[in-house]
Structure formats: C-alpha cells, structure tokens
C-alpha cells in the first residue's frame, strides 16, 4: 500500500470516524495493522466530509506541567499515526508557566497539575479545566538497615500509616525504630535502626509538594503547615529536613542520604529503582501505589467534580484506594479559540487520549492512572460543550 | 675602608637578590599553581561531558526527531535545525544595530548619544537573560499569541548585542585615525569610508567579535523558555513539504518556519536533564557535548583567526 492510499484513508477516517480509528490503533508499532483495520471502516465514510488536511499542516502548541510530560509525549508521538495531518508540540515548563501562557493566549492548550485561582478565571473567562489523569504520590525511603539481611530473601515493603507519615514530617517520630513505625511493620523491627529519619522534601514550589501537602492535611488535624505548592516544613524547623530541587533531585537526594524519607511521583520512584512505601489508609486497610488503588481513589471522588471540573482525591475513603494522590489537567479556552481547525483537532486529539485502549496502556506503562470510566465520560461530556465562532466541535 | 665598605655592599646586594631570586620562584610556582587549578575545572568539565555524552554519541543522535521518554533511540535533529535557526535569526537581527552602535561610539566617544551608547552597552551585558526572555514575552510572544523561533532569535540577538558592539567598538578604535583622515581628505563621503575603508581595515577582529557573540548567544537556555519554547516536531523538510502540499508560496513557507516553535540544544539539554528515564539522561550528556564542542569550536576558530591574521598583517 503507497503512503498516499495511508494518509487519505486515514485522514478520512479520523474526520469521519475517529473513534473507529482510534481504537483500531493500538499504540505506535501497529501502524500497519491499524491501517488493514482502518480500511473496513472506510467504505461507510460520510461523502460529504472535507478533504484530508496535508501531513503537518496543523501545527498545536501545548505548555505546562512537566508532570505529565512523558505521556503527553508519547501521546502525541503516537497521535501522528492516527491524524498525520496534525503535529501536537507539548513543553513541560512548570503548571505555573502553563497557567500563565493559556491565560496570555499564548498556547493552544495547557497542561498543568495545580488549579486555577478565581482571579485567573476572570482573566482568561472562558477558561476550563479538564482532568487527563492521575498521578500517585510514593513516599520513598532509603534505610541503612541496623543488621545483615540472610541472603536470598528480601526484605518486605514498609508500611505506614497516615498519622505516621505525618509525624515524620512533623518531626515528631524522629528514628527508625519509633514504635509507631514498628506497630505496622513488625517484620522489620529487628532491621530499623534507631537512627535518626532525615524527611527530605521539595526546595522549589510544586505540584508534588501540594498532593503531598493536602494528602498531610488530610490524615491529621496535627499537620498545620497546610497545604500548597510550598510550605513552612516543621521538620526542617528540627533540623531533620532537607531539600531536593525536582522529583529528581529529591529522589537523588534520598538515595544519597541514608535512613532517609522523601516523596515522589510514582514514576520517578519505579525508574529509579527506589523503595517506596505501601500505606494504610482511612479504611485501614494496607495499600500499594498501583493502577488499581489510583483509580479506586479517583472512582471514589467521581460524584464530587466542581463546576471548573476540579477534585481533590486525597485521602480517599474506599478500601483500596491509595491516600496520596491528584489529578493533572488540561487547560482550554472553551468560546475563543481562535482557528477552528486547530480547535476541532485538538479535542479529537483529547478525545482519542481519553478513548483509545492504546493510549490508555501508554499512560499506564509510564506509571500514569488513566481516568476511571465514570470520570472519564464526565470530561468527555465538558470537552462537547467547546465552541468555535458558537459551533460545537465535537457532536 | 673603602674596600670593606664595598664588600659589605656588595654582600648586602647579593643577599638582595637571592632574596628577590627565592621571592620570584615562590611566587612563579604560586602562580602556576593557581592557574593550574583555575584550568583544572575547564578540563574537568571537558572531560566529564566527553566520558558521559561521547558514549551515546550515534549517528541517528544527529539525524533522527525525538522518540518518547523512555524509549531507546532517536535523536536531537530537530534541537540541531533549531540552533542553526536561532544563531542564524540572532546573527540577522544583531549584526546591522550592532555595527552601527559600534561606529557611533567609536567615532564620536565624547558626545552625550556615543557616551549613552556606551553605558546602555554595559548595562545590557549586565542584564540577566532570563529577564531578556521574559521581556520578549511580552513584547512579541504575547502580541503575536504565539511562541516562535522569532521570538527566541530577537532574545539572543539582544543577548548579543553587547558583546558585538564592544569589541566592534575596540576593533575600530584599532584602525589608525590617518587612515580615516585620508580618505575623508581624498573627498571620500564619512560613510564610504566607513564602509569601505574603517570597515575592511577592523574586519577580522570585527568577525571574532560577532563569532564570540554567537558562540555565547548558542549556548543559553534561559531567554528561549519564554520565547523558542521547544519543539519535538522542529523539522525544515517536513514543514517545506506540508507548506507546498498546503499550497504556500515559499515566502509564506518562510514565515511559517520562524512563526514555529523551536528547540535548541541547551534548551533539550536543560529538558531531558530533568526527565526520570535513563535513555533521556543519556540524551542530555551528548547534547551537551554536541553543544559544547559547537560553542569550543567557535571560540577556537575565532581566536586562531585572530593569531593567523594578526601573524600576516605583521609578517
């Protein structure tokens, strides 16, 4: 088959049935066999739909949270197999820089894992904001155990509960072997040392930092620092902190410090070969930071979306869901984007990231919880209110 | 009498000047020894950059657009045609106020405006770049709604700017006033002897000026965030293709080109460094060497130019 015959059908079968094609694409290295699928649909296309767009003629631009950034890459990497025509660029420069940009109307679509104040509304009016997917929060540790592991067996994962966890932090349990932290973890009380806990945390403001930080509030009326992109740390008050610049600077910083504590996005934790903590959360029960227990946290706030589309998912109260999580978003301007090509491209792109099996198992391979299907149908219903010049764009 | 008194002088002399013998070797080897030190980091630097980056080094490394995080493979293409673009754009807008500035200042040092030029110079070397960025945020990104090449070629054209008008400035203050003032007796025009005569007899110097202004200008990251923004996609072929496929005239195609996003490779480099995956931290460290051996290649050339022309204009 040419290249040709590749890119007309499959540009007509995303403007006509971009579903069809989206889940017949099931992640980069298929192309082919997406294309011999595609070619079924084909036939049923709508005479009337417009000429496919040439290859690249539809550049996006996209800024914000580097969170996101590695799905968000191989997104839209994986995107030019399904709609060639469109070339989506997306720069990881902070939620705070994306949030900015979207505003000026600089870019076309912004990531960012914060939300956006009242005042920001009033400046960008037609703002609104879409959950794409959930990231875990793992605190990850690194522990100069106090004697000689028998070789061949492997120590278990280390368990904490949520008031532990906020005594750490509020340097109130300040050794290993606190007897707080050997109530859940009576198989490695002969391994802790009584060796002082260094709690490293984030030096530049994040959005790490604010799950992390609400999630604290949350599981304890004694954690008064509140919650935000950056806090006052209580333990660095008790000389026991320290700071790391990045996800990847805390993560180096707690490989490099012994009997250390910090916290990081699950997937710096899993590339980086780090242990990272199981904990018990409000139902008490043991949980693992996993696909499963992130989207049991989301299903459980799925009823408590506010007008903007914003939730907070800490401290979930199921059964299996992990305590320390939150959203990362997408940002639109809803009326006033200003090329309707552009426009209705874009939200079949977003369409096809929150549709399509192969882009879901993308974001999971990367350490990314895809959104459960309630919430998810939920942001699919928001992204049909879009306009261009008062059009819907996506029936 | 006499005779001892001049022995003792003599000694006194002779203790003098082992005295200042010792003083000079210690201070010879002090010295050497700071300078040593003081090039110890440069190498180290080298070095390092060399043993991590030179590694993951590849063909495809220059030739092939980025893959997604945490796959192998790919490269920084798109980062390599957008320095090009940038220093190419930077050069455009810096070279012309640049020269002019310069013959301002040299020509008439004592005047209010040539004394203004010469101050703002200071104060623009002075400025840090990331301000320079978020000024053209402002100034351009904002106005034209959107992040472009442009917009990062004007940052580091400014970024530029004071280090091409200064030596510009010193090169010409090189040129022997006689030889302005016979042309201007000959009944050359001021700016025919500017161009023709002033212009040639600095003109090495003024190229190294303008080189060690680009080599600078290449290697930011900061005034770009704000303005080039970064593009994975950046690619001269593909977007001429979907520009003619488009049915744009090449003029369009152009405009289209520095309306684009871009990368640069600082600005992959200062990207990939932060990413979780290995394959991309890989990325960074030959980036970075790309980049640096691009930046040492400029300044090595600009300076043996300077040596090989001073040698001939001597000889």
């Known amino acids: ?158 368990i904490l509960d949520r008031q532990t966890l906020v005594d750490i932090y509020n340097a109130k349990v300040v050794t290993w072997n606190d007897a707080k932290i050997l109530a859940t973890n009576p198989d490695l009380a002969e391994y802790l040392p009584g060796e002082a806990i260094t709690a490293v945390h984030r030096s530049d403001g994040s959005g790490t930092t604010e799950i992390f930080t ?52 699950l997937s710096y934790a899993v590339s980086n070969g780090m242990s990272y903590a199981s904990m018990v959360n409000k139902a008490g029960k043991i949980v693992v930071a996993s ?63 929150l549709t399509d099996p192969g882009a879901a198992k993308q974001a999971s391979d990367l350490g990314y919880s895809v959104l459960p299907e309630d919430v998810r149908d939920t942001v699919l219903g928001k992204l049909g209110e879009v306009t261009c010049n008062g059009t819907v764009l996506l029936p | 009498m006499t005779n001892t008194a001049s022995s003792t002088h003599f000694i006194r002399a002779r203790r003098g ?49 980025p893959t997604p995080p945490g796959t192998e493979g790919g490269g920084v293409w798109n980062a390599i045609q957008g320095t090009i673009l940038l220093v190419i754009l930077a050069g455009l807008f810096a070279l012309p106020p640049g020269l002019l500035a310069a013959f301002y200042a040299a020509y008439y040092p004592n005047t209010p405006l040539g004394i203004a030029v010469r101050f703002s110079t200071d104060v623009l070397a002075g400025v840090p770049s990331i301000v320079i960025g978020l000024f053209l945020y402002a100034l351009v990104v904002v106005v034209q709604g959107h992040f472009s090449g442009l917009a990062g070629g004007i940052a580091l054209a400014i970024l530029m700017l004071p280090t091409i008008i200064r030596t510009t400035e010193e090169m010409l203050k090189l040129v022997p006033p006689s030889l302005r003032e016979a042309s201007l007796a000959l009944g050359a025009p001021e700016w025919k002897t500017s161009l023709q ?76 460094a932060q990413q979780p995956y290995p394959e991309r931290i890989h990325q960074a460290w030959a980036a970075a060497l790309v980049l640096m051996a691009f930046v040492l290649a400029v300044n090595i050339f600009a300076r043996l130019w300077i040596l090989f022309r001073a040698r001939r204009m001597k000889g």
């Not at chain 1, 949350?218 to 000389?239: L, M, Q, R, Y």
């Not at chain 1, 946290?297 to 799925?302: H, L, P």
């Not at chain 2, 003083?23 to 190498?43: E, S």
């Open chain 1, 1 to 158: 088959m040419g290249k040709k015959m590749f890119l007309v059908m499959t540009g007509l079968c995303t403007a006509v049935l971009l579903s069809a094609c989206g889940t017949a694409a099931p992640a980069t290295v298929e192309v082919t066999r997406s294309v011999n699928q595609t070619v079924v649909v084909t036939p049923t296309a709508d005479p009337n739909a417009a000429a496919p767009l040439p290859a690249g003629s539809v550049q996006i631009n996209g800024a914000g949270a580097t969170f996101p950034l590695p799905v968000y890459s191989a997104w839209t990497f994986a995107y030019q197999y399904v709609d060639p025509s469109v070339v989506i660029n997306y720069q990881g420069i902070g939620s705070g820089g994306g949030k900015k940009a979207i505003i000026d109307g600089t870019v076309d679509f912004a990531g960012s894992d914060s939300l956006l104040k009242d005042e920001e509304y009033t400046s960008g009016k037609d703002l609104q904001m879409y959950p794409m997917l959930a990231g875990a929060v793992v605190p990850i540790y690194n522990i100069k155990w106090a004697k000689e592991i028998p070789s061949g067996t492997k120590l278990p994962v280390m």
């Open chain 1, 214 to 265: 609400k999630s604290l509030t949350a599981f304890s009326p004694e954690w008064t620092a509140g919650g935000a992109s950056a806090v006052e740390w209580p333990v660095d008050k008790a000389g026991n902190g320290m700071g790391g610049k990045g996800n990847q600077g805390v993560a180096a910083a707690v490989i490099n410090t012994p009997n250390s504590i910090g916290y990081v996005e």
């Open chain 1, 291 to 353: 696909a499963e227990s992130m989207s049991s946290a989301m299903s459980d706030f799925a009823g408590s979306f506010s007008e903007k589309l914003t939730a907070d998912i800490v401290d979930a109260p199921g059964a299996l869901s992990w305590p320390i999580a939150g959203y990362t978003y997408i940002i639109l301007h809803t009326e006033n984007m200003s090329d309707c090509i552009k426009a209705q491209k874009l939200l079949e792109f977003l369409r096809w990231a």
């Open chain 2, 17 to 65: 000047y082992t005295r200042r013998r010792t003083a000079n070797a210690v201070m010879l080897v002090l010295t050497g020894l700071t300078t040593a030190l003081a090039l110890i980091p440069l190498f180290w630097i080298i070095g390092y950059v060399v043993y991590q980056g030179g590694q993951y080094l590849t063909p495809a490394f220059f030739t092939e657009l």
């Open chain 2, 197 to 272: 005569v002033v212009l040639p007899a600095a003109g090495n110097g003024l190229i190294t000026g303008f080189l060690l202004g680009l080599a600078r200008a290449s290697g930011e990251t900061a005034p770009l965030l704000f303005t080039a923004l970064g593009n994975e996609w950046f690619d001269f072929r593909s977007l001429i293709r979907s520009g003619l496929e488009s049915g744009m005239n090449p003029l369009e195609i152009l405009v289209r080109i520095i309306e684009q996003p871009v990368d640069s490779l600082p600005l992959t480099l200062w990207k990939y």
